[in-house]
């Protein structure tokens, strides 16, 4: 956004690596949405594939949901999925899940 004059400046402040911080949620469902948006993102990609072969009312049949959950996937609503939900989709659609756990670098360590 342009400023209005040049006697005003734009502040830009650095986010976080995670958006759900900068949106002011607590570190702990700021890092449970970080999750769920990923497994989500994974999803969609998967869903997009198969609906190059397929509708959303054929996917809906093979996935065992309905045709207005396929659409929610579609159009990023990931609020009513879980992320078991979501990992039990992906394995229907014969996807592997690898999760890798590590500390935090010192420089990303959250002291309290």
């Known amino acids: 956004m342009a400023a209005k004059n040049d006697s ?10 995670n958006v759900f911080m900068d949106l002011n949620f607590s570190e702990e469902e700021a890092n449970s949405l970080w999750m769920k948006s990923r497994f989500f993102n994974f999803l969609q990609k998967a869903v997009d594939k198969e609906l190059t072969r397929c509708t959303q009312a054929q996917l809906a049949k093979k996935l065992g949901i309905s045709q207005p959950l396929i659409s929610k996937i579609v159009n990023d609503d990931f609020s009513i999925f879980s992320v078991e939900r979501i ?19 010192k420089s990303k360590k959250i002291i309290k």
């Open 8 to 17: 005003e400046k734009l502040t830009i402040t650095k986010g976080h690596q």
């Open 87 to 105: 990992a039990h989709l992906l394995f229907k659609l014969d996807y592997d899940i690898f999760i890798d756990f590590k500390p935090k670098s």
